[in-house]
């Protein structure tokens, strides 16, 4: 069993967060992941969501999480609504 201090660094990320240089070839892994994932639908594509959020005057909210060595380990895209 994995202890805590030898489990690796997870954390999640807002994208608008990440460095501006870093955040494209992010974004890029991101729409490569989405794209290779067999349960990925439409609205998990960052530019399809931000189109629609954009088309119904919202916005959208995308998180990332990393490893310790900037493995992307998950994604979370968010529709937001308010």
């Given amino acids: 069993m994995m202890s805590t201090a030898d489990a690796p660094s997870r954390r999640w990320i807002p994208l608008d967060k990440i460095d ?3 955040r ?3 974004l890029q ?3 490569d992941w989405v794209a ?3 349960s ?3 609205d998990h594509d960052p530019d399809y969501l931000e ?3 954009s ?3 919202r916005s959208t909210a995308l998180f990332v999480m990393l490893g310790s060595d900037d493995e992307l380990l998950g994604y ?3 529709f937001v609504h308010g």
């Fill in 20 to 22: 501006p240089a870093r």
């Fill in 24 to 26: 494209p070839p992010m």
């Fill in 29 to 31: 892994r991101v729409r």
């Fill in 36 to 38: 290779a994932h067999p």
């Fill in 40 to 42: 990925a639908t439409l």
């Fill in 51 to 53: 189109l629609k959020a």
């Fill in 55 to 57: 088309r119904a005057g």
């Fill in 76 to 78: 979370a895209p968010f």
